[in-house]
């Protein structure tokens, strides 16, 4: 924001006052000129770190329940052999109990 008037202390003058929106531009430059000093260049490096870092936790995750669904079938097999081998050891002991 600047003023367009020459005159500042003169009684009856109007002062203008002119605003100049700048966008996109401005905003490159200053994110450029931070550049220049290493500011933004070590914040990229430390985001695109973190990034790494939460797409391979993200993955392992996914790993995990992946095993966490193959164990989770695997017990409900390892349950239904239980209860059919059981069911049968009953018949077994009942039919021996009768002879």
Not at 28 to 44: M, V
Not at 80 to 99: D, K, Q, R
């Amino acid at each position: 924001m600047k003023t367009t008037t020459s005159n500042w202390l003169t009684k009856n003058e109007k002062i203008r006052y002119g605003l100049r929106l700048v966008i996109g531009d401005q905003q490159y430059e200053e994110k450029k000129d931070a550049a220049k000093l290493h500011h933004i260049s070590s914040l990229s490096q430390r985001f695109s770190s973190v990034k790494a870092r939460a797409r391979e936790f993200i993955e392992f995750q996914k790993m995990n329940r992946d095993s966490e669904d193959d164990l989770v079938f695997a017990n409900i097999d390892t349950n239904e052999i239980v209860v059919y081998l059981t069911i049968v050891e009953t018949a077994v002991i009942l039919v021996s109990g009768i002879f």
